[in-house]
Each structure stands twice: as C-alpha cells, then as structure tokens.
Nanobody, 124 residues
Framework: QVQLVESGGGLTQAGGSLRLSCAASGRTFSNSAMGWFRQAPGKEREFVAAISWTGGSTYYADSVKGRFTISRDNAKNTVYLQMNSLKPEDTAVYYC?????????????????WGQGTQVTVSS
C-alpha cells in the first residue's frame, strides 16, 4: 500500500507560480511511475503530467506543456509539480497518483494509489 499526501496548493493570480509536492510512504517508491492529475468543478479528472521511476522520462498534457514541470526526489520519496504562468483554467483540485510498476502511463485507470488532492485556484 502507498500513502500519498499532496501539499503546496493555494490561491494565486494569473501569471503566477505554485509548486506542488507529493510525499509518498508505505512501499518502495523509487520503482513507481508517478503522475499528477486534476479535476475542475463539473469536469472529469484529467491527466496533467507523469514521470518515470528514474525521472528520466516525463510526459505532459498539451495544455500545460512548457509551463509545468514534473520532477521527483527518490531519496525524499517526493514528487513535485512546478507550475508557472498559471491561467484561470488551471484552477482545479490536483491529485498525485502512483503506479505499482515502473511503466509510465497517462490514463487515470492505470494508477493504483491516489492522494486526497490539493486545491489550486488561479484568479484572473
């Protein structure tokens, strides 16, 4: 079992930046592919970014490419999402997720463990 705890959400203005963190515990973290997803009010949860267990491969949704950066520190069992040039449409609850395996996938159903989410609000 893996426990995931997100932090770093909050309120910022358009054009601002936030850095989300996801602390993992419970099982071997370094062999797990990790991802960030988000869910806006009235919308389905969607993929944002994912990273391989080595950190050498990263994947992004087109809507955040060039603005968001996913990274991980396996020594700290933590995954990060640096969000720059934020837009009002980035407003959502952001979820960290982990896979049991090292293969990186971008579909929601591929992830086995989920955090409770952290709210990000971007005002115009």
């Amino acid at each position: 079992q893996v426990q995931l705890v997100e932090s770093g959400g909050g309120l910022t203005q358009a054009g601002g930046s936030l850095r989300l963190s996801c602390a993992a515990s419970g099982r071997t973290f370094s062999n797990s592919a990790m991802g960030w997803f988000r869910q806006a009010p009235g919308k389905e949860r969607e993929f944002v970014a994912a990273i391989s267990w080595t950190g050498g491969s990263t994947y992004y949704a087109d809507s955040v490419k060039g603005r968001f950066t996913i990274s991980r520190d396996n020594a700290k069992n933590t995954v990060y999402l640096q969000m720059n040039s934020l837009k009002p449409e980035d407003t959502a609850v952001y979820y960290c997720a982990a896979r049991r395996t090292s293969m990186v996938l971008t579909t929601i159903g591929a992830y086995d463990f989920w955090g409770q989410g952290t709210q990000v609000t971007v005002s115009s």
